[in-house]
């Protein structure tokens, strides 16, 4: 309080005084409300011609610089001499991009990233051991929305060095399902049912049409794979309908599905205990004990 008495406000509040902070404010507002129709506009024309990661790069890259003038604009109409702050600022960028390799890196990528157009947001993308929906693709990295509601950032640079798949890219996908009968049962009776169950789908596409295929031999039995097409927004629901389909169909059949199991058939009048332990060698501390 004795620091706020102590101020001249008379000779500090002058019409000259009050006439530049009114046109400070205005600047600041006025600029952030033109930046801000400026960046709204430029981003529909954008998402009508381009794709939409590129349509948030030049608007997040137009609203930085926008920013950074209505700031420089500001601090000129407030007298402030912009020379000595630029020429800090521009040794601080050499520091800082000297010192930042790995952001620099991270830019280069994001722009190789656009340019390829390998996903797009609203993809669900798999990189490493990671799966997720892509929610922003930004200069240094890639924002991931898992399914369990989980905020994942990728670097761009990882995104650029390693494989990656797009499950998504395409409107329609394929689903394999993989069935194990014993050697026991008729195979061709097993590939007209899981035929005949993939055709009563609605939600299986006929054109590429199921397929069906013996794919190799385990213990268990013969390993049967059926494969079965369908639009990308119904994978849930497939995996599901087609999983119990399978499990009913074959009970209904009375074709098994064997769990993996051995069976071990002996001689009867065989020595249940073939190997015999002769002389054994005493370890050390029998030997010592014997002494």
């Known amino acids: 309080m004795t620091f706020l008495q102590e101020i001249d406000w008379q000779n500090l509040l002058t019409p000259d005084t009050i006439w530049s902070l009114a046109k400070v404010l205005l600047y600041a507002v006025v600029g952030m409300i033109l930046l801000r129709m400026t960046v709204v506009i430029i981003r529909r024309i954008l998402k009508r011609r381009t794709t939409?990661?590129?349509?948030?790069?030049?608007?997040?890259?137009?609203?930085?610089?926008?920013?950074?003038?209505?700031?420089?604009?500001?601090?000129v109409e407030l007298g402030v001499n912009l020379a000595p702050i630029?020429?800090?600022?521009?040794?601080?960028?050499?520091?800082?991009?000297?010192?930042?390799?790995?952001?620099?890196?991270?830019?280069?990528?994001?722009?190789?990233?656009?340019?390829?157009?390998?996903?797009?947001?609203?993809?669900?993308?798999?990189?490493?051991?990671?799966?997720?929906?892509?929610?922003?693709?930004d200069l240094l990295s890639v924002k991931l929305r898992t399914f369990d509601n989980l905020f994942i950032?990728?670097?761009?640079?990882?995104?650029?060095?390693?494989?990656?798949?797009?499950?998504?890219?395409?409107?329609?996908?394929?689903?394999?399902?993989?069935?194990?009968?014993?050697?026991?049962?008729?195979?061709q009776r097993v590939q007209s049912v899981l035929r005949e169950l993939a055709e009563a789908e609605p939600l299986c596409l006929n054109e590429p049409a199921p397929i069906v295929l013996f794919s190799d031999f385990r213990d268990a039995?013969?390993?049967?794979?059926?494969?079965?097409?369908?639009?990308?927004?119904?994978?849930?629901?497939?995996?599901?309908?087609?999983?119990?389909?399978?499990?009913?169909r074959f009970q209904a059949e009375n074709i098994d599905i064997p769990v993996g199991y051995r069976s071990l058939q002996t001689d009867k009048n065989?020595?249940?205990?073939?190997?015999?332990?002769?002389?054994?060698?005493?370890?050390?501390?029998?030997?010592?004990?014997?002494?």
Do not use: C, H
């Open 153 to 187: 950032r990728v670097p761009n640079e990882q995104l650029a060095n390693t494989q990656l798949t797009n499950i998504t890219r395409y409107p329609i996908r394929r689903l394999d399902f993989s069935v194990a009968v014993p050697y026991s049962e008729d195979l």
């Open 270 to 291: 065989a020595d249940p205990f073939p190997i015999r332990i002769v002389n054994p060698i005493p370890n050390n501390d029998d030997a010592m004990n014997s002494e």
């Open 221 to 248: 039995g013969a390993t049967v794979v059926l494969g079965v097409w369908f639009q990308k927004s119904d994978f849930i629901v497939v995996k599901n309908r087609i999983f119990t389909a399978i499990v009913a």
């Open 86 to 137: 630029l020429g800090a600022a521009g040794i601080v960028g050499l520091a800082v991009g000297i010192a930042s390799q790995a952001s620099l890196s991270n830019i280069i990528s994001g722009l190789f990233l656009v340019s390829e157009k390998p996903f797009e947001i609203g993809d669900v993308i798999k990189t490493a051991d990671t799966v997720g929906v892509v929610d922003s693709i």
């Open 52 to 75: 939409a990661q590129v349509a948030m790069l030049v608007t997040k890259g137009i609203n930085y610089v926008g920013i950074g003038l209505i700031v420089m604009l500001v601090l």
